[in-house]
């Protein structure tokens, strides 16, 4: 890259010092001939880069670990506040309860270039390929850890993994043998409560969550957001209604009746009440939105030895919302409305892997997916006609084969290929491959080579829908309109990028480093002046990110994360206006920090700073100009003994502690000031 800007440029270039001082110098003492075992112990293992078990220094991705103790320090009650700690990762709110959660670039609210993944399940949702956050049947306590690639692996997770992957990896069915439970009180009507419980026992280990939580969301603006006049946000002033209330029940169970084989079952049930509408619309007023959605997984895995494992898994997961509400047009009597989606997704995947020799290891599986959504809607006063169907259903399957080699050439040097042949919802048939090289100058400083190609596949909203009502369920498809998307192609990025991962252990520090251009073509993206999609946008993504990790001693730490990205692109000639160029909708600068502290009496303290320049999202108005925000949290914690072996804990969260107040991906959605108070207790 020619040029490295601002804070990443200061920060690029003593990094660059520090880390030849390091390779000279250490070099010394790394012998050619150290043994293999030297280049696996320093590095914490990853499990979802290449679908095998490795070292994050032999990974073929950048990625970012998000632990149990990172998850307790950040004080956060919900799951996407928790990639606010990863490099690179744009998080915000359209509403109370619909987060946006993106790496790099998007072009709308919905993220749909982001995987994620719930123990290897995908749980975007196949209409629009969103993920509706609020309801994944899981908590924060049931979360073992978080590993977030940073950037495309399509190789090893196919369509919709252009940007990243989100791997969610919940605690073992044995991690619980006894219970638990806790409350949290706080303002903005915060009431969460749940019950954990589970045993670990000689060939069955089970454990159960049962949770609710609730809150109003963000307040009705009083005042013009953003320096506007009252003019240009009457319409957001007092419209807020983004209340949530959950209710949810997971359920894993581990049944190992020999060395060799582990049966697996995970049940997860959500039942979701959402606030939508707008208290200015005539048409959507605000009112209630029950969203429903249960899910099964059952897994089978046989390790024969130390040589081979085989894998085969089946999920299901089903989502129903069904919305009903009052409509009263100007002029008009008031009439109802009912909007249904259904949607359905079965999947079952087989999976090998094998080490064809002492230098190599190799994983190959092949998978079967069919997604199912079905669409109507009553409106009865629609065109002035009697009671309006929509189209009825959506039937689309897909399948893919893959493969990923991990060859040890020598101790020092790794290199990781593979890819994924899918044949998509679409019928799109599309090839992502995948090829890095890691090498390892001492056991503690790797460098990292690597380059991919991934592919998008057109979302069902974006092949069928009315552009105006791409987001609201129920108008999916109109029969009869000329509202077709037709001839939508998969849109495509090439990434490369350099990487280095380096451990000081004399400083007692770890350095994350990442220089990364991601090139997409044949973006997908509403034409102007119309209601359809077309393909045609090109962007150039560069950037760099670091993160750095530093103990004091064994009572403190400190994580500290920036970025710096810049893209160009032939947006702004094509949307004539429509929407926010590229360039302008992402921020330049993300920077966050997380320090925790173990006090005397094992009282433990944290901290967290999060800082974001301005940004205008590529799918809002100027009324919806995100300025750069700064935010500090903190949360201390008491734990205490109580009788009988009973164990508890009390801490307190300020998030945004001095008030500075910030507007999300949309005005109305102000961040102020917010505090609660969890009390728990366990027993076993």
């Known amino acids: 890259m020619k040029k490295i800007f601002g804070l990443s440029h200061l920060l690029f270039m003593a ?55 990172m998850i307790e320090a950040s004080g956060f ?137 609730t809150d109003n969301g963000y307040d009705n603006l009083s005042t013009p957001p953003n320096g506007m006049t009252l003019s240009q ?6 419209n807020s209604y983004d209340n949530n209330q959950s209710r949810l029940m997971n ?14 079952v995970q049940l997860g049930f959500n039942h979701d009440v959402m606030g939508v509408g707008f208290r200015d619309s005539s048409l ?20 024969a030895d130390n040589t081979s494992e085989l894998s085969l898994r089946y999920y299901h997961i089903q989502h129903d919302t069904n919305e009903n509400y009052q409509v009263t047009a100007t002029g008009a009597s008031s009439y109802p409305v009912s909007d249904t989606i259904k949607s359905e997704r079965n999947e079952i995947e087989l999976q090998h892997i094998l080490r064809t ?79 890095s090289l890691n090498y390892h100058f001492t056991p503690q400083q790797t460098i990292r080579m690597d380059t991919s190609i991934a592919h998008r596949t057109p979302s069902l909203g974006e092949q069928n829908a009315n552009q105006a009502d791409l987001y609201q369920i129920g108008y999916l498809y109109q029969p009869g309109s ?19 991962l380096g451990e000081f252990k004399e400083w007692n520090t770890s350095l994350d480093l990442r220089i990364f251009n991601d090139q997409m073509s044949n973006v997908i993206y509403p034409t102007p002046n119309s209601a359809l999609f077309q393909n045609g946008i090109t962007a150039d993504y560069k950037g760099i990110e670091a993160s750095i990790k530093h103990l004091f001693g064994n009572f403190s730490d400190l994580i500290f994360n920036c970025t710096e990205e810049w893209v160009k692109s032939n947006d702004v000639s094509l949307n004539s206006g429509q929407f926010s160029s590229l360039e302008n909708g992402l921020p330049k600068y993300i920077v966050n920090l997380l320090y925790s502290q173990r006090l005397p009496n094992d009282l433990s303290f944290s901290a967290a700073y999060y800082f974001q320049t301005s940004m205008l999202g590529v799918d809002r108005g100027p009324e919806d ?37 910030y507007t999300e991906y949309v005005s109305t959605a102000l961040f102020n000031r917010r505090a609660f108070v969890t009390l728990s207790f366990r027993w076993q």
């Open 357 to 435: 020799s002492e230098l190599n290891r190799l994983v190959y599986g092949a998978g079967y997916r069919q997604d199912w959504v079905g669409v109507s809607s009553f409106d009865a006063n629609k065109n002035n006609l009697p009671p309006y169907s929509y189209a009825s259903s959506f039937n689309f399957t897909e399948y893919r084969v893959f493969a990923n080699d991990e060859w040890r050439v020598i101790p020092k040097l790794i290199i990781n290929a593979g890819g994924m042949l899918e044949n998509d919802v679409m019928d799109n048939k599309t090839f992502s491959p995948r090829a």
């Open 15 to 69: 990094v660059c010092g520090l880390i030849a001082q390091c390779v000279f110098t250490q070099c010394t003492w790394a012998a050619d001939n150290s043994s293999e075992q030297d280049y696996l112990q320093e590095f914490p293992v990853v499990l979802s880069a290449s679908r095998l078990s490795q070292p994050l220094s032999e990974a073929p991705n950048a990625m970012t670990v998000i632990d149990r103790k």
């Open 625 to 661: 100009y995100q300025p750069t925000h700064r935010r500090v949290d903190l949360r201390l914690a008491q734990p205490f003994n109580g009788p009988n072996g009973l164990k508890g804990e009390i801490s307190g969260v300020v998030q945004n502690l001095f008030q500075t107040d």
């Open 251 to 264: 359920f894993r169970a581990s049944w190992h009746p020999n060395a060799m084989d582990d049966f697996n």
């Open 233 to 238: 946000a009457a319409s957001d002033i007092n």
């Open 284 to 303: 959507d007023k605000p009112h209630d939105m029950p969203v429903y959605e249960n899910t099964q997984q059952f897994e089978w895995v046989r390790r």
């Open 77 to 213: 009650r919900s799951i996407p506040d928790l990639f606010k700690l990863v490099p690179g990762m744009y998080v915000s709110y359209y509403s109370g309860n619909q987060a946006v959660v993106s790496y790099h670039g998007t072009l709308s609210q919905a993220a749909p270039g982001m995987q994620v993944l719930i123990d290897g399940r995908s749980v975007y949702l196949p209409p629009f390929n969103i993920v509706n956050w609020p309801l994944l049947p899981i908590t924060i306590d049931d979360i073992e850890r978080i590993e977030v690639i940073r950037g495309p692996a399509a190789a090893s997770y196919g369509e919709n993994s252009v940007h990243g992957v989100i791997n969610i990896i919940t605690r073992d069915a044995g991690a619980i043998n006894g219970g638990s439970i806790s409350n949290t009180r706080g303002n903005k009507g915060i009431n969460d409560a749940s019950v954990h419980f589970g045993k670990h026992g000689e060939v069955l280990d089970y454990r159960m969550t049962l949770a609710y939580t």
């Open 482 to 500: 000329n509202t077709t998307s037709a001839g939508l192609t998969p849109e495509k990025i090439v990434s490369r990028e350099i990487g280095y």
